[in-house]
């Protein structure tokens, strides 16, 4: 069965640096679309960043030039590389798969929490 697994969230001061790995499983990771997602108390999920199958990469305005998304195919492992954190980036981050960027997830991981303060 599908498994997405996140790791890698943690308390840090503001400016600092984390890594969050999504391990996947039961699917054929290379031929599917990935994407992390964040929520903060009281608001709406956001779109973080996403990777196409061809290995195209997204990444919203908000964390752009901070956030970066990179893939390990071998390991079917996604990345999301967060740096120059603000207590604004403060959320649950969430680990997504789909067919198509355009279709959404069909599938969610459990959430690593960031906090930054």
């Known amino acids: 069965h599908v498994q997405l697994v996140e790791s890698g969230g943690g308390s840090v001061q503001p400016g600092g640096s984390l890594r969050l790995s999504c391990d996947a499983s039961g699917y054929t990771y290379s031929s599917n679309c990935m994407g992390w997602f964040r929520q903060a108390p009281g608001k709406e999920p956001e779109g973080v960043a996403a990777?196409?199958?061809?290995?195209?990469?997204s990444v919203a305005d908000s964390v752009k030039g901070r956030f970066t998304v990179s893939s390990d195919n071998a390991k079917n492992t996604l990345y999301l590389q967060l740096t120059s954190l603000a207590t604004e980036d403060t959320a649950m981050y969430y680990c997504a798969k789909g067919d198509t960027i355009a279709a959404g997830p069909n599938y969610w991981g459990q959430g690593t929490q960031v906090t930054v303060s």
């Open positions: 990777m196409d199958s061809t290995g195209s990469t």
